[in-house]
């Protein structure tokens, strides 16, 4: 049986809190909209029986690939990395109070 | 159309400057988001004196923009990262310098490489190369156009969910989506980890062999990349048994599109190998597998574009919440929240078991399916997208519709297949086709040899 999936406004808020998203009030109409949509359309898997099958996560038949425990860094210096900082001082990265 | 070998030999000031200024003459497609004239030109004096040789010495390329490289910033196509200049080079771009190629541009794409039409770049489409009424498909739209203008002989691509194959087929150039694995996806944007790959777009499928073995081999940077294992191998025997998948081939999918298909096979045919209808029904599924897997897998590789470390933030937070929050919502474009917002619901709990993870084992139903058929097959063939290149506007304002001009070539990025789109002919109206060659995994430079044998045929 499909359930037709309803996402309320409370839901797109609730979706953009957890995604760190702070949505301006026009864009959440029209969210609600597209992500009822498309979790109706992909609930369309519920029709294939899945039972006793393993999930794939991921697909190169890799296991555990080691390195040495080594410093490695990548050959960029730490100036390079602070300087995409949009605000530091001191070698260290500046933000807004927390609280 | 302009092949490597046209390039090599000469003054690779001349090849460059030349290549500048097709780039220019050809403005209005806006393939290009940036020029790397002034690193080109030294790369390229650097080439003429001698100081770097090799199997591409002087050629000119276009990478798209989610590649980090010198010379100008790597935006993803978006305002988050609109001015981030990247502090080190993807190893697909170090390994073609390497070999003395040089980067003249970075390439126009879907914001993170999210579409399929490039219709989500924050700095406005790129039209067909056909038919500027056109989208150039996408997401890898801008290397696709820069290849069909002749701007360059190749540039390179990333491929999640068919973000080369089908812009190749809607410009009528080869794309290359090789074996998950194959090339290192060090220093490129990720979109969704589990199906990434690193290709290439070129004008002929000799050119994309000679690209494919320059960037393929494990990289120690990057722990997905496959042993080595890719060398291109120089024919291919007649004979090849190969799969038409008739659910590519029903009504639902354009007439002209079927018909060019349809040709594609009787060459086979006329050439030797073996093409037999075969049926996979669960393709059916996939769609939806995708658009549960990839949101998961965005709404966790986009969290790191919080407006701190670098990237874009915003002028008006007054605390660490509104910073991440306003910098994330100024950044990204609509496509890309209603991705990461998908990706939190399919993995939040409470809805985890019911979507991610029974996408997942749908996924392993996919991959077993595929395998069957590869016990019979040497390779599938179907079309590259249900239609030509669609209108500009035309299915923007509807994801779903959107999502479903990827129904055929997901399948391939789920199972981590090799599956390439090579030009089948033109519409009466003049707009490309390709058709698509799905192998097993590992099969890439069989694929790309019997491609190869198929053309001027």
């Known amino acids: 049986m499909v359930v037709m999936t309803q996402i309320s406004i409370d839901d797109v808020q609730h979706l953009a809190q957890l995604s760190s998203l702070q949505l301006d009030d026009s864009e959440i109409e029209g969210l609600r909209n597209d992500l009822s949509n498309i979790l109706n359309y992909v609930q369309q898997l519920g029709e294939l029986d899945t039972s006793g099958v393993e999930p794939t996560y991921q697909v190169t038949d890799l296991e555990n690939v080691w390195r040495d425990d080594v410093v490695d860094d990548y050959g960029i210096d730490r100036d390079r990395l602070l300087a995409l900082a949009p605000a530091s001082d001191k070698n260290q990265i500046k933000v807004p109070k927390v609280l | 159309m302009s092949k490597i070998s046209d390039f090599l030999g000469k003054s690779a000031r001349q090849n460059v400057l030349e290549a500048l200024e097709r780039a220019e003459a050809k403005n209005e497609y806006h393939a290009l988001l940036s020029l790397t004239k002034d690193r080109a030109l030294e790369r390229a004096d650097a080439v003429d004196r001698g100081e770097i040789t090799g199997r591409l010495a002087g050629v000119p390329f276009v990478v798209k923009d989610n590649f980090l490289a010198y010379g100008a910033p790597t935006t993803a ?76 002989p ?6 999640t969910g068919g973000s080369i194959r089908e812009p190749a087929s809607f ?27 690193i290709g290439c777009f070129t004008t002929d499928v000799a050119d994309s062999e000679l690209v494919m073995d320059i960037m393929a081999g494990q990289d120690k940077k990057d722990m997905t990349t496959l042993p080595d294992f890719f060398s291109p191998i ?21 007439t002209e599109v079927r018909a060019l ?56 937070a007054k605390n660490l919440a509104q910073l991440y929050g306003m910098s994330r919502d100024e950044g990204f474009m609509t ?31 996919l991959i077993n399916d595929f395998n069957k058929l590869f016990t019979d097959y040497d390779a599938l063939i179907g079309p590259v997208s249900p239609t030509p290149a669609f209108k500009l506007g035309e299915n923007d304002s509807d994801p779903i519709k959107m999502y ?13 297949l090799p599956a390439l789109s090579v030009p089948a002919g033109n519409t009466d109206a003049g707009l490309p086709v390709g058709v698509q060659l799905i192998g097993p995994r590992r099969s890439d430079a069989k694929l790309l040899a019997l491609a190869k044998s198929m053309e001027d045929k």
């Open chain 2, 404 to 416: 479903l001009a990827d129904v055929m070539t997901v399948p391939a990025s789920l199972a981590g």
């Open chain 2, 154 to 159: 190749f540039a390179l691509g990333s491929d």
């Open chain 2, 77 to 152: 196509a978006s305002k988050i990262l609109e001015n981030f200049n990247a502090p080190l080079q993807a190893t697909a771009v170090e390994k073609l310098e390497a070999e003395g190629a040089i980067c003249i541009g970075k390439a126009n794409l879907d914001a993170f490489a999210h579409g399929g039409s490039t219709e989500n770049s924050a700095f406005g489409p790129t039209l067909n190369a056909f038919d500027k009424e056109r989208v150039a498909g996408g997401s890898s739209g801008g290397s696709a156009v820069v290849t069909a203008l002749d701007i360059v």
């Open chain 2, 335 to 365: 496509e890309n929240k209603r991705r990461i917002m998908i990706g939190s619901y399919v993995l939040s709990s409470g809805f985890f078991d019911a979507y991610y993870l029974k996408a997942q084992k749908a996924r392993t139903l």
């Open chain 2, 171 to 197: 410009n009528g150039v080869v794309g290359v989506k090789p074996t998950y694995g194959t090339v290192s996806r060090y220093g490129v944007v990720a979109m969704a980890s589990s199906t990434d790959v």
């Open chain 2, 234 to 254: 120089s024919d291919v025997k007649s004979g090849q048994k190969i799969g038409l998948i008739k659910e590519f081939m029903t009504d639902d999918v354009d």
């Open chain 2, 261 to 316: 298909t349809t040709k594609y096979v009787e060459k086979l045919r006329t050439n030797g190998h073996i093409v037999e209808e075969i049926s996979l029904p669960i393709v059916a599924h996939t769609l939806a597998m995708y658009y549960i897997i990839v949101p998961a897998e965005v709404s966790s590789n986009l969290a790191r574009y919080d407006g701190i470390r670098y990237g874009k933030r915003s002028d008006g």
